[in-house]
């Protein structure tokens, strides 16, 4: 079956502009992250949804990122007003089961904030 | 604050040599202890997990011993080849805590011929 799947997979953006990525987890998988995976670094948490509902938000970095999950399964992670410290691979993984269990990654978005 | 901490950064193990890499962490209340697998372009795959009530787990060439009373696990890789050669993480994460992944640094890991 289809894995974790992410888009873009490369964007490319001027300091200021707001972007918008894309994960569409594995098919009926309940948990939905994000993280974000510096150069040469672990990934980092963002921000986890169980179905449609926001669990945990505490590690977006600030104001200018939020997430969102409407219908329980693609979820779109929005940054405003992009700055050259957003630059960084953001990664989405999901699991079948709430909370717990394996967590499958995507391939990422490689975001490039000129 | 790094909560888990992995070392080596980089590693370089001959064809059919055992690759060692350790990680410690702080967090007394993290209960699940992956390791991910990462070629390059892909994204982080999961390779093994323990749960602190055993001290080893093994799964084919990999084991992860698990070592409660100092916070530390480790990965082996027995007999180790040139297909291994990616970047590893460990990571941990506590049951209840929605299961967010703390992750080491990674390590680099490459087997030679």
């Known amino acids: 079956g289809a894995g974790v799947s992410q888009s873009p997979r490369y964007k490319v953006t001027k300091r200021g502009q707001d972007v918008a990525l894309r994960c569409d987890p594995i098919?009926?998988?309940?948990?939905l992250y994000w993280y974000r995976q510096a150069l040469g670094q672990g990934p980092e948490f963002l921000t986890y949804?169980?179905?449609?509902?926001?669990?945990?938000k505490s590690g977006l970095p600030n104001d200018r990122f939020s997430a969102e999950r409407p219908e329980g399964s693609i979820s779109t992670l929005t940054i405003q007003r992009t700055e050259q410290r957003d630059s960084a691979m953001y990664r989405c993984?999901?699991?079948?089961?709430?909370?717990?269990?394996?967590?499958?990654f995507g391939p990422g978005t490689r975001l490039t904030v000129l | 604050q790094q909560q888990v901490k992995q070392s080596p950064q980089s590693l370089i193990v001959q064809k059919g040599g055992i690759s060692i890499i350790n990680c410690a962490y702080e967090?007394?209340?993290?209960?699940?202890f992956p390791w991910y697998q990462q070629f390059p372009g892909k994204g982080p795959a999961l390779l093994i997990a323990?749960?602190?009530?055993?001290s080893e787990k093994k799964e084919g060439r990999f084991t992860i011993s698990f070592n409660k009373s100092a916070k530390q696990f480790s990965l082996h890789i027995m007999d180790s080849q040139p297909g291994d050669s990616a970047t590893y993480f460990c990571?941990?994460?506590?049951?209840?805590?929605?299961?967010?992944?703390?992750f080491g640094t990674g390590t680099q890991l490459k087997v030679e011929l």
């Open positions: 993984a999901s699991s079948s089961i709430p909370s717990t269990d394996t967590q499958y």
């Open positions: 098919s009926g998988h309940v948990s």
């Open positions: 949804f169980n179905y449609e509902a926001q669990q945990d």
């Open positions: 967090n007394t209340a993290f209960d699940y």
């Open positions: 323990i749960r602190p009530d055993v």
């Open positions: 990571a941990a994460s506590k049951t209840g805590g929605g299961n967010k992944l703390t």
